[in-house]
């Protein structure tokens, strides 16, 4: 799958659009973004890039309880200081032209590596989720 196949009139998307508007909105995160020379569309095809490396689930647990799990590409804005800097500072770490192209992005694959790296150690910490568990 790549960026390509990503239909941006799905409900999804218009989802994705939706969140990171307020993620955009919101002052103190949109100077961080900014400073690191990313802008809204940036963080909507990190959005989607970190949904399609995670596939077939992009969630994770983010805790023991029942209810406690997280959308991947959600995670990093939630947690500024522990997840967002580390992706951040991740940027420009690898340089896989075939992801870049695939993607869309120059980012791309610290993108998916940030995202695979973070579902992977909160699935060691509390265990694997399916989207159907989550529902």
Same mark, same amino acid.
């Given at each position: 799958?790549?960026?390509?196949?990503?239909?941006?009139?799905?409900?999804?998307?218009?989802?994705?659009?939706?969140?990171?508007? %307020?993620?955009?909105?919101? /002052?103190?995160?949109?100077?961080? &973004?900014?400073?690191?020379?990313?802008? #809204? !569309?940036? $963080?909507?095809?990190?959005?989607?890039?970190?949904?399609?490396?995670?596939?077939?689930?992009?969630?994770?647990?983010?805790?023991?309880?029942?209810?406690?799990?997280?959308?991947?590409?959600?995670?990093?804005?939630?947690? %500024?200081?522990?997840?967002? /800097?580390?992706?951040?500072?991740? &940027?420009?770490?690898?340089?896989?032209? #075939? !992801?870049? $192209?695939?993607?869309?992005?120059?980012?791309?694959?610290?993108?998916?590596?940030?995202?695979?790296?973070?579902?992977?150690?909160?699935?060691?910490?509390?265990?694997?989720?399916?989207?159907?568990?989550?529902?």
């Amino acid at each position: 799958m790549s960026i390509d196949d990503v239909d941006f009139k799905e409900q999804w998307i218009k989802e994705v659009v939706t969140f990171i508007s %307020i993620v955009w909105a919101e /002052n103190k995160l949109k100077k961080i &973004l900014v400073q690191k020379g990313l802008n #809204e !569309e940036d $963080l909507i095809i990190f959005f989607i890039i970190q949904t399609i490396a995670t596939m077939p689930n992009p969630i994770f647990k983010t805790g023991p309880q029942r209810l406690s799990h997280t959308l991947v590409g959600s995670a990093m804005y939630q947690e %500024i200081k522990k997840q967002l /800097n580390q992706c951040l500072q991740s &940027l420009g770490h690898y340089n896989i032209k #075939e !992801e870049q $192209l695939q993607f869309g992005h120059q980012y791309a694959s610290d993108v998916m590596s940030f995202a695979l790296n973070l579902k992977f150690a909160h699935e060691l910490a509390y265990g694997k989720i399916t989207l159907e568990e989550a529902l």
